[in-house]
C-alpha cells in the first residue's frame, strides 16, 4: 500500500461557515489509490463538511486540495478554477445519506444521467455498462422503476450505481446508512465492501462498525473541526491513544 | 420476505370485508351525491334565469354575433401567456442569479408590474407610449414615434404578457427553490454545470410543482384579456356590453358572455388535470 501514490492530498483545510462558525481546522490528510478510510467522530466534529470540500460542494476558507493531480486553492477564483472543480467532480462519486436519485427518472434513467449529460455519451452507448451496473448492484429487475417505488436500501444502490457509471477514481460516501432502516444497512454496506475488494479508493464518513472495522484500511477520529489520531482499525477500536478518541469509542462501541 | 404469506393462507375476516365495503358505498355514495347536488344547483340557477323572464330567444340570435369574439380573446389570450412564459423563466432566473444587473432588473420588473394596476398599465402600453415616442422623434431620433404608436392587440398582448410575466416570475422562482438542495448537490456531484443542473434536474421537477398556480393564472388571464376592450377590440366582452346597451338587455348578453368565459375556463382546467395526471407518473409525493 506504502507504494502507491496519494490520490488524495488535503493540505491545513479550514472551513469556517459565516463569520465565525470554525468547523475545519486545518486538516492535513493524504489518501492513497486503493485506500479505504473510515472517518469517525461525534455528530458536528466536521467529518460531513470534510467529505464536501473534496468535491468542493462546500468551499473551503484556506488551504488546498489535490486530487489526483489538479490542486484547487481556496480563495481562488475564476473560469479555470470552475473547469478544475468540474474536471474533479468527474473523478469522484459521491453517495448522500439522504441518496438524491432524481425522483422523475427512472433507475435507469439516473444512471445514465451522468454518461450521458455531462460525458457526452448518446442513451445507447450509456445503457449496456448502466444495465451491468445495475446488476452489480442486484437491482437489474428494478431498472424502470422510479425511486419513490424503491426502498431506501435500493435508492442508495441506484445511487452507488449512478455514482460509478461515471467511473471515477475516488468514491465518497456521507453516512450512506444512516437514513435506512436496520434490516437494510446490511445490503449497502455489502455493495460497499464489494466496492472496496475491487481495488476502489473509498473514503467513508459512517457509523456502521461492519464496514469500519472489516472493511476499512484506516480509520480517522476527528472531534471539534480537529484531526484526533489515524490507524489501522483493529488498533484504532482496541487501544486509541488520544482521550477523546477514547471517549467517543467508547460511546459508540458500547 | 414473503413466508408468511406463504405458510398461512391469507384470509381477511368476514367482518373486516363489511368494513372494506361499507367504506366502498360510502365512497360512491358521495360521488352520486355531488353529481345531484350540481344538477340541482344548476337548475335553480337555470330556473332562477326563467323566473326573472330572461329573453332565451335573444340571446340565441345573437349568439353568434357574441362567438365571433372568441377569436380576439383567444389570440390575445395566446399570445399573452406565450409571452408570460418566456418573460417568467427569464425572470426567475434573473430574481435567482448572482450577477447583480440581472438580478436588479427583474427584481424591479416584478416589484414595478405588480404594485401597479393592470388596467393602468394597458393604458401605459397604448394610450402613454405614443407620446415617449413623440418626445424621442423630437431628439432626433427617426421613426421611433410609428414604432411606439400600437396597435390595440398588440397594445393589449404587451400588457398582459408583461404584467402576467411578472406574477409568474414568483411562481417559477419559488418552484425552483422548492427542489430540494439534494437534488442540486447530486447533479454538481456528478459533474454537471450549473446550466445542466437546471435544465436536467431542476426544471422538470420544477414544473410538476408550478402547474397549478400557473394554471390559476392561465385562467385568469383568460378573463383579464377583456380589458382590451378598453382600446375597442371586439372581443367577447365588448360584443355583449355593446348589444346589451343598444336593446337594453344587458343581463341576457352578461350572463351569456359569463357562461362562455366559464366554459372556456372549464376546459383550460381538464387541461391542466390531464397535464398534471401525466407528470405525476406513478410516483409517490414523498422520498
Known amino acids: ?254 | 420476505m414473503n413466508d408468511l404469506a406463504d405458510t398461512a393462507p391469507d384470509t381477511i375476516p368476514q367482518e373486516a370485508k363489511l368494513v372494506l365495503d361499507r367504506i366502498d358505498q360510502d365512497s360512491k355514495r358521495f360521488k352520486v351525491n355531488m353529481v345531484i347536488a350540481f344538477a340541482v344547483l344548476l337548475i335553480c340557477m337555470f330556473a332562477g334565469l326563467v323566473f326573472i323572464g330572461l329573453d332565451f330567444k335573444f340571446m340565441f340570435n345573437w349568439l353568434g354575433f357574441i362567438m365571433t369574439g372568441i377569436g380576439y380573446t383567444l389570440l390575445v389570450s395566446f399570445l399573452a401567456i406565450t409571452l408570460a412564459c418566456i418573460l417568467s423563466i427569464l425572470g426567475a432566473l434573473g430574481r435567482l442569479s448572482s450577477n447583480p444587473i440581472a438580478n436588479s432588473l427583474a427584481t424591479g420588473y416584478v416589484s414595478l408590474v405588480r404594485g401597479t394596476p393592470l388596467l393602468v398599465q394597458v393604458y401605459m402600453w397604448y394610450l402613454a407610449l405614443p407620446q415617449v415616442g413623440m418626445a424621442l422623434e423630437e431628439m432626433g431620433i427617426q421613426g421611433v414615434q410609428r414604432l411606439f404608436t400600437l396597435p390595440a392587440i398588440p397594445a393589449g398582448v404587451l400588457a398582459l404578457g408583461v404584467c402576467y410575466g411578472a406574477y409568474m416570475t414568483e411562481t417559477v422562482r419559488a418552484g425552483i427553490q422548492s427542489i430540494k438542495i439534494g437534488q442540486t448537490e447530486a447533479a454538481k456531484s456528478l459533474g454537471m454545470t450549473r446550466r445542466q443542473t437546471l435544465q436536467r434536474v431542476i426544471f422538470p421537477q420544477a414544473l410538476r410543482v408550478i402547474i397549478p398556480p400557473v394554471s390559476n393564472e392561465f385562467i385568469a388571464m383568460i378573463k383579464d384579456s377583456s380589458l382590451v376592450s378598453l382600446m375597442g377590440v371586439w372581443e367577447l366582452s365588448y360584443r355583449a356590453i355593446k348589444i346589451g346597451r343598444r336593446y337594453f338587455q344587458s343581463l341576457e348578453m352578461l350572463i351569456m358572455v359569463a357562461l362562455i368565459y366559464w366554459v372556456m375556463c372549464i376546459i383550460l382546467q381538464s387541461v391542466q388535470e390531464r397535464i398534471e395526471n401525466h407528470m405525476a407518473r406513478g410516483d409517490r409525493r414523498v422520498s
Not at chain 1, 95 to 124: D, W, Y
Not at chain 1, 194 to 206: N, Q, Y
Not at chain 1, 238 to 248: A, C, G
Open chain 1, 1 to 254: 500500500m506504502n507504494d502507491k501514490r496519494p490520490i488524495i492530498r488535503i493540505n491545513n483545510l479550514h472551513k469556517v461557515f459565516g463569520r465565525d462558525l470554525h468547523v475545519l481546522r486545518g486538516i492535513n490528510l493524504e489518501v492513497k489509490t486503493g485506500e479505504v478510510v473510515a472517518i469517525l467522530g461525534p455528530s458536528g466534529s466536521g467529518k460531513s463538511t470534510l467529505l464536501r470540500c473534496i468535491n468542493f460542494l462546500e468551499e473551503p476558507t484556506a488551504g488546498n486540495i489535490e486530487v489526483d493531480g489538479v490542486v484547487i486553492s481556496a480563495g481562488e477564483r475564476g473560469k479555470v478554477r470552475d473547469a478544475h472543480i468540474l474536471q474533479v467532480r468527474k473523478k469522484v462519486g459521491m453517495c448522500f445519506q439522504s441518496f438524491n436519485l432524481f425522483p422523475h427518472m427512472t433507475a435507469i434513467e439516473n444512471i445514465i444521467e451522468g454518461p450521458v449529460t455531462v460525458l457526452g455519451q448518446s442513451r445507447k452507448e450509456s445503457i449496456p455498462y448502466a444495465e451491468e451496473l445495475l446488476e452489480w448492484v442486484g437491482l437489474t429487475d428494478k431498472r424502470d422503476e422510479h425511486p419513490s417505488r424503491l426502498s431506501g436500501g435500493q435508492q442508495q444502490r441506484v445511487a452507488i450505481a449512478r455514482s460509478l457509471a461515471m467511473k471515477p477514481k475516488v468514491m465518497l460516501f456521507d453516512e450512506p446508512t444512516s437514513a435506512l432502516d436496520p434490516e437494510l444497512v446490511g445490503e449497502v454496506v455489502d455493495v460497499m465492501e464489494r466496492l472496496a475488494d475491487e481495488g476502489m479508493t473509498i473514503i467513508a464518513v459512517t457509523h456502521e462498525m461492519h464496514f469500519a472495522g472489516d472493511v476499512a484500511s484506516r480509520v480517522i477520529i476527528m472531534d471539534d473541526g480537529n484531526w484526533i489520531e489515524e490507524g489501522p482499525p483493529e488498533e484504532m477500536f482496541t487501544n486509541p491513544k488520544h482521550s477523546r478518541s477514547r471517549q467517543f469509542l467508547a460511546h459508540i462501541l458500547k
